[in-house]
């Protein structure tokens, strides 16, 4: 892999002079066309969006020239997004062959706060269809490969934007995260993932999977460049109606260097069973090195946590099949002639949809369906709350909470796509802070004896992403010293 370069470093760069967004934008580029279109490609992008970005880097080089204290904070930073944000006059597939053709008619909100930044939006990275995936398997155009061992899964759903960073072609990039998709990948491929606090970035212009689950967070070389692009695109925003009305505070300014007197969490029954050796060696190996800093570390409970993955994919399901009804081939979209008008929304949505949308909708059709709502989809959500409150109690003793990202590290392509039940295992650690609602982080820490990333994520209170921002970068010294 490319030496990773961060953002702050390439920032200020361009800020001295050094070189000039032109040169930031032509070197993401070339180092794209030589790692994802050539040779054993990784496929981290579904699309490169070269001429616009050329065209940005250029007005920026202009305006900078004019008056350099204009300059933004990513200001002639390259940055990748998941195909499922759009922008304008792009196309924007979603990992999906129904929106094949689908050119976006307005910019999501981050994507008007990353320019006004002054950031250089590259290009649109692979993803598992609607976002519904752990390995971008289910991508219609074909996954993306881990950089580290290409014949291994780089995680999902944001596997591309993962890719991206871990391979060099960007410092930065964007994904979401409905119950693991940022977090996930970053962990296996050795980098960092923020899932910040719901509704702390807008959703506005994010195609939907799960909408009370659904966040945008940065991947990121490091703590510090997440915690500059959480900055620039938090906030509220008019056009999305789950979008706190909350300061964004400096994140940064958190940061001390160190662990010391901070209370760290850790939900050690959780670890008994279904967790890779290595990863929990790992892990294990984690902890000790915290508590040498000088960091508590605190067993704690989450009782409900076991029933995480149940409620989730009843849940996130149920959602999924209210939000994919727009895809019946009349408003927008691919459209499949057919007889009649049923004939028509069976064509269309047959050949759009791959195989586990299609499980999706089903099963949160079938959730949501009389006879079945209050047993299946108020039971999930029932005991949402539940997991809610558990953490509501942990956070009464401790700063943060501690556990593995994933339990396994990447697998190879192939190994669990005929089991669903396994695959969806690979979010077991992930997905109740979707449910929660809480910020999470993930960061590496160790590989494998074949040199897999192996990560472990810091859970916050709901708005505390400076707590855990924090934490990660104290982490990241920690590891960079040992």
Same mark, same amino acid.
């Given at each position: 892999?490319?030496?990773?370069?961060?953002?702050?470093?390439?920032?200020?760069?361009?800020?001295?002079?050094?070189?000039?967004?032109?040169?930031?934008?032509? +070197?993401?580029?070339?180092?794209?066309?030589?790692?994802?279109?050539?040779?054993?490609?990784?496929?981290?992008?579904?699309?490169? @969006?070269?001429?616009?970005?050329?065209?940005?880097?250029?007005?920026?080089?202009?305006?900078?020239? $004019?008056?350099?204290?204009?300059?933004?904070?990513?200001?002639?930073?390259?940055?990748?997004?998941?195909?499922?944000?759009?922008?304008?006059?792009?196309?924007?597939?979603?990992?999906?062959?129904?929106?094949?053709?689908?050119?976006?008619?307005?910019?999501?909100?981050?994507?008007?706060?990353?320019?006004?930044?002054?950031?250089?939006?590259?290009?649109?990275?692979?993803?598992?269809?609607?976002?519904?995936?752990?390995?971008?398997?289910?991508?219609?155009?074909?996954?993306?490969?881990?950089?580290?061992?290409?014949?291994?899964?780089?995680?999902?759903?944001?596997?591309?934007?993962?890719?991206?960073?871990?391979?060099?072609?960007?410092?930065?990039? @964007?994904?979401?995260?409905?119950?693991?998709?940022?977090?996930?990948?970053?962990?296996?491929?050795?980098?960092?993932?923020?899932?910040?606090?719901?509704?702390?970035?807008?959703?506005?212009?994010?195609?939907?999977?799960?909408?009370?689950?659904?966040?945008?967070?940065?991947?990121?070389?490091?703590?510090?460049?997440?915690?500059?692009?959480?900055?620039?695109?938090?906030?509220?925003?008019?056009?999305?109606?789950?979008?706190?009305?909350?300061?964004?505070?400096?994140?940064?300014?958190?940061?001390?260097?160190?662990?010391?007197?901070?209370?760290?969490?850790?939900?050690?029954?959780?670890?008994?069973?279904?967790?890779?050796?290595?990863?929990?060696?790992?892990?294990?190996?984690?902890?000790?090195?915290?508590?040498?800093?000088?960091?508590?570390?605190?067993?704690?409970?989450?009782?409900?946590?076991?029933?995480?993955?149940?409620?989730?994919?009843?849940?996130?399901?149920?959602?999924?099949?209210?939000?994919?009804?727009?895809?019946?081939?009349?408003?927008?979209?691919?459209?499949?002639?057919?007889?009649?008008?049923?004939?028509?929304?069976?064509?269309?949505?047959?050949?759009?949809?791959?195989?586990?949308?299609?499980?999706?909708?089903? @099963?949160?059709?079938?959730?949501?369906?009389?006879?079945?709502?209050?047993?299946?989809?108020? $039971?999930?959500?029932?005991?949402?709350?539940?997991?809610?409150?558990?953490?509501?109690?942990?956070?009464?003793?401790?700063?943060?909470?501690?556990?593995?990202?994933?339990?396994?590290?990447?697998?190879?392509?192939?190994?669990?796509?005929?089991?669903?039940?396994?695959?969806?295992?690979?979010?077991?650690?992930?997905?109740?802070?979707?449910?929660?609602?809480?910020?999470?982080?993930?960061?590496?820490?160790?590989?494998?004896?074949?040199?897999?990333?192996?990560?472990?994520?810091?859970?916050?209170?709901?708005?505390?992403?400076?707590?855990?921002?924090?934490?990660?970068?104290?982490?990241?010294?920690?590891? +960079?010293?040992?």
């Amino acid at each position: 892999m490319a030496a990773r370069e961060t953002t702050i470093a390439l920032r200020d760069s361009i800020a001295r002079g050094e070189r000039t967004a032109t040169d930031a934008c032509n +070197a993401a580029l070339a180092t794209i066309d030589a790692l994802d279109a050539s040779g054993p490609a990784l496929h981290a992008f579904q699309l490169v @969006l070269a001429d616009r970005a050329r065209a940005k880097a250029a007005a920026l080089d202009h305006a900078f020239a $004019k008056d350099a204290t204009l300059a933004g904070p990513l200001h002639g930073v390259p940055i990748a997004l998941k195909d499922n944000i759009v922008v304008s006059g792009t196309i924007a597939t979603a990992g999906s062959k129904m929106l094949e053709h689908f050119v976006s008619p307005y910019d999501a909100t981050v994507v008007e706060r990353l320019e006004a930044a002054g950031a250089v939006i590259i290009g649109k990275t692979t993803c598992d269809e609607f976002a519904m995936g752990s390995s971008t398997e289910n991508s219609a155009y074909g996954p993306s490969k881990n950089p580290v061992d290409p014949s291994r899964i780089p995680g999902g759903s944001s596997g591309g934007s993962a890719v991206a960073v871990a391979a060099g072609m960007t410092t930065v990039a @964007l994904g979401s995260d409905t119950g693991g998709s940022i977090r996930q990948p970053a962990a296996m491929c050795g980098i960092t993932g923020l899932k910040p606090t719901y509704g702390r970035v807008s959703r506005y212009g994010l195609i939907a999977y799960g909408s009370s689950l659904d966040q945008i967070g940065p991947f990121a070389g490091n703590a510090r460049d997440a915690a500059l692009v959480l900055e620039v695109i938090a906030g509220h925003d008019p056009h999305d109606s789950t979008s706190a009305r909350r300061p964004v505070p400096s994140f940064a300014a958190a940061f001390t260097g160190s662990v010391a007197d901070m209370r760290i969490g850790v939900p050690s029954r959780l670890l008994e069973q279904g967790v890779d050796p290595e990863v929990l060696s790992a892990f294990r190996d984690a902890i000790a090195s915290l508590t040498t800093q000088g960091a508590t570390i605190v067993d704690i409970e989450l009782p409900h946590s076991r029933h995480a993955i149940s409620a989730y994919y009843l849940i996130a399901t149920a959602e999924a099949s209210a939000n994919l009804a727009r895809f019946d081939g009349v408003r927008f979209g691919a459209r499949v002639s057919g007889g009649s008008l049923t004939e028509m929304y069976d064509a269309t949505r047959g050949r759009g949809f791959g195989a586990e949308v299609k499980r999706r909708i089903m @099963l949160g059709t079938y959730v949501l369906s009389a006879g079945y709502y209050d047993a299946y989809y108020l $039971k999930a959500q029932q005991v949402r709350t539940l997991i809610q409150r558990d953490f509501t109690a942990a956070f009464a003793t401790v700063d943060t909470v501690l556990m593995p990202t994933s339990p396994v590290p990447a697998f190879r392509f192939g190994e669990r796509v005929d089991d669903p039940l396994q695959m969806y295992l690979a979010d077991v650690f992930t997905v109740s802070a979707n449910l929660a609602g809480i910020p999470a982080i993930s960061v590496p820490c160790g590989t494998t004896t074949t040199g897999l990333p192996i990560g472990m994520q810091f859970l916050g209170r709901a708005w505390d992403e400076a707590t855990i921002l924090c934490a990660a970068d104290a982490w990241e010294r920690i590891a +960079a010293r040992a």
